[in-house]
């Protein structure tokens, strides 16, 4: 028989969840600075004309992902599919800032043009 918890949890599961949300809420805070990065990313792209995804790029983050997954024992099909939900994300980020650079370029001319 196992004993539980005062919430009716066997301790040792309380003591497993415990660690996954741990784990969750340091992936969360990983999450965010990464994408504070790649919002820097994204405005430097659009301030110097460059596209919003770099299909070599993730190419090469591909490869390598898929490297350290196998080396720490996670799934690399896994890792993969996690990089592009993620990736696709920031470009689609990426796209929302180069249009908004856009808009501000083309009413700066506007503004000009009517001075
Ligand atoms: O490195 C870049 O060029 C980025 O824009 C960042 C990033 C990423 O999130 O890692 C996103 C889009 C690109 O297709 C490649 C990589």
């Known amino acids: 028989m196992t004993i539980l918890s005062a919430q009716g949890i066997d301790p040792e599961l309380a003591s497993l969840r415990e660690s996954i949300d741990n784990f969750d809420a340091a992936l969360i805070h990983l999450l965010a600075e990464r994408f504070r ?20 790029r993730e190419a090469r983050q591909v490869k390598r992902l898929r490297n350290l997954a196998v080396e720490a024992k ?18 689609r980020h990426h796209r929302t800032i180069a249009e908004s650079v856009d ?7 506007d503004t000009e043009r009517n001075d």
Request: hydrophobic share 35%; net charge neutral; with cysteine.
């Open 37 to 56: 990065c790649t919002q820097r990313v994204g405005e430097l792209k659009a301030r110097k004309g460059l596209p919003p995804s770099d299909p070599d």
């Open 74 to 91: 996670l799934d690399p099909d896994f890792a993969e599919k996690f990089l592009a939900f993620v990736v696709k994300e920031v470009i």
């Open 103 to 109: 808009h501000n370029t083309a009413s700066k001319h």
